[in-house]
């Protein structure tokens, strides 16, 4: 199956000082603060195998990473909702730390001793796409800790040239609050790619919407239309400096939610 990376997340911040090499060759670095570190896999089911094979598998897991010494990491599945051919993949896995510091450590440890859990994985699923993105939230969701499903919007934007990411978070962090100002409760987050992604990608970063619910992201869409709405008001901030392809939409389950520190 042809399948395009997603990439994704929901999520928390922290501070991350690295970016990535592809942004750094046409844009200067991000040197925002509240960034999480994510990980995605795109993933197709093996033959005779569904949701009701890999649910067991990511409870294992779950209880797994319950009793590791470095547990703080969220994750949800994706499945494909409005897309397209060229983006369609059985199941999405998105992975979440608040830095790229906590991952390294959850992922050491995972390759010493998850093995036999990895193992249930690959009886069930297999990945052919496995990216890193680091994120930065222009708008935190209403009692996000709260949410278990959801949809989820995913496009690919580019910025103008000569456009430094600190105008393009200022801005998108105008549009959340906006859009928070109306009452809109979901989230907003900006998805810089890492190591994985196809080296013929030509975006910037991804831009992330996700809502509590179908009703939710319907307001989210009518708004957006209505007269003198939300179109009106993203041209004002954004034309002519930021480009967005169609997005997709995914219907998001989380997992597990990285523990309080």
């Known amino acids: 199956m042809n399948s395009k990376l997603i990439g994704a997340s929901l999520l928390m911040g922290a501070a991350l000082t690295s970016a990535t090499s592809a942004l750094a060759a046409h844009h200067e670095a991000p040197v925002v ?14 033959e005779g195998k569904s949701m ?3 649910q067991p598998v ?4 779950n209880g797994w990473m319950d009793g590791r010494p470095v547990n703080g990491y969220s994750a949800y599945t994706l499945v ?17 730390t608040q830095d790229a510091t906590t991952w390294g450590v959850i992922q050491d440890d995972w390759v010493a001793n ?25 708008k935190p969701p209403v009692d996000f800790d709260a949410w278990t499903q959801g949809p989820t919007r995913f496009a690919d934007c580019t910025m ?13 962090k105008q549009w959340g609050a906006y859009q928070g100002g109306l009452g809109m409760k979901g989230g907003n987050w900006m998805f810089f790619p890492h190591y994985g992604e196809n080296p013929e990608a030509s975006y910037d970063f991804k831009l992330v919407s996700t809502d509590a619910s179908y009703a939710e992201m319907g307001k989210r869409v ?33 997992h597990r939610l990285a523990p309080a520190n």
């Open 33 to 46: 603060a509240t960034r999480s570190f994510v990980e995605t896999f795109t993933c197709d089911y093996r």
């Open 52 to 54: 009701a094979d890999l």
């Open 58 to 61: 990511i409870d294992r897991w």
């Open 80 to 96: 494909p909702g409005f897309h397209s051919d060229t983006n369609a993949f059985d199941i999405g896995w998105l992975g979440a």
């Open 114 to 138: 998850g093995g036999d859990i990895g193992l249930a994985f690959y009886e069930v699923i297999e990945c052919n796409s496995h990216t890193s993105f680091t994120v930065i939230n222009t």
């Open 160 to 172: 103008a040239d000569g456009m430094r990411v600190e105008e393009a978070v200022d801005l998108l």
């Open 222 to 254: 009518d708004q957006f239309w209505a007269d003198g709405g939300g179109n009106d008001k993203a041209r004002e901030l954004a034309f002519g400096r930021i480009s967005c392809d169609t997005p997709r939409l995914y219907s998001t389950t989380r």
